[in-house]
């Protein structure tokens, strides 16, 4: 089993950054793909990044690439949601999400995909 516990969310103004967390515990050995959601108001889970464990490739939607940034402290079994420029619509609670499997293609937004999620963050961009 594996637990995940996202923090850093928090109220922060239009054109602003922030950066959320997820650590995870437990048997992180056979994690082989990390991704992040989100869930707005009334809307459904969204994915908005991606990151693959052997090799460290990252993957984004388009409604933030160039502004959101996942990496990883492997060291610390911790990923992280760099996001720049945030507007409005990002607000949503945020997830983290982690895959036994290696993901490709549009698996990486199927929730399906994922094994392991965490309880979110919240995440209010004030216009």
């Known amino acids: 089993q594996v637990q995940l516990v996202e923090s850093g969310g928090q109220l922060v103004q239009s054109g602003g950054s922030l950066r959320i967390s997820c650590a995870a515990s437990?048997?992180?050995?056979?994690?082989?793909?990390v991704g992040w959601f989100r869930q707005g108001p009334e809307k459904e889970r969204e994915f908005v990044a991606g990151?693959?464990?052997?090799?460290?490739?990252?993957y984004y939607p388009d409604s933030v690439k160039g502004r959101f940034t996942i990496s990883e402290d492997s060291g610390k079994d911790m990923w992280y949601l760099q996001m720049n420029n945030l507007k409005a619509e990002d607000t949503a609670i945020y997830y983290c999400?982690?895959?036994?499997?290696?993901?490709?293609?549009?698996?990486?937004?199927?929730?399906?995909?994922?094994?392991?999620w965490g309880q979110g963050t919240q995440v209010t961009v004030s216009s």
């Open positions: 990151f693959r464990q052997s090799g460290g490739g990252t």
């Open positions: 437990g048997r992180t050995f056979d994690i082989y793909s």
């Open positions: 999400a982690l895959s036994s499997s290696t993901l490709y293609g549009s698996f990486w937004s199927e929730t399906t995909s994922y094994d392991y």
